[in-house]
Nanobody, 118 residues
Framework: QVQLVESGGGLVQPGGSLRLSCAAS????????MSWHRQAPGKERELVAV????????NYADSVKGRFTIYRDNAKNTVYLQMNSLKPEDTAVYYC???????????WGQGTQVTVSS
């Protein structure tokens, strides 16, 4: 029933932009905290951006502040990650996560590959 499907990844040149989408279904989207995470080859998965107040307060990893923006469209049950000024270091598989807090429960998408290279 629960499904998170990421899309929008691909190959871009340094300095380029990309918008990732995560389409959610099977749960009360508006009641869940949505976030984006990434995992680069040989590295641990890290938090990139989080919508901490159901479309209100947002937080970002220091490495992406000023370049990435997380936002959601509750009418479409979709959360987005707008990525600008991309760097090779941004290359990773990007994952969407939904967190319910009562009870605590996480749902993960399968990821979408972002490659930044010239």
């Amino acid at each position: 029933q629960v499904q998170l499907v990421e899309s929008g990844g691909g190959l871009v040149q340094p300095g380029g932009s990309l918008r990732l989408s995560c389409a959610a279904s099977g749960f009360s989207f508006r009641s869940y905290i949505m976030s984006w995470h990434r995992q680069a080859p040989g590295k641990e998965r890290e938090l990139v951006a989080v919508d901490t107040n159901f479309g209100g307060t947002t937080n970002y990893a220091d490495s992406v502040k000023g370049r990435f923006t997380i936002y959601r469209d509750n009418a479409k049950n979709t959360v987005y990650l707008q990525m600008n000024s991309l760097k090779p270091e941004d290359t990773a598989v990007y994952y969407c996560k939904a967190r319910g807090v009562i009870p605590v429960r996480d749902y993960w998408g399968q990821g979408t590959q972002v490659t930044v290279s010239s």
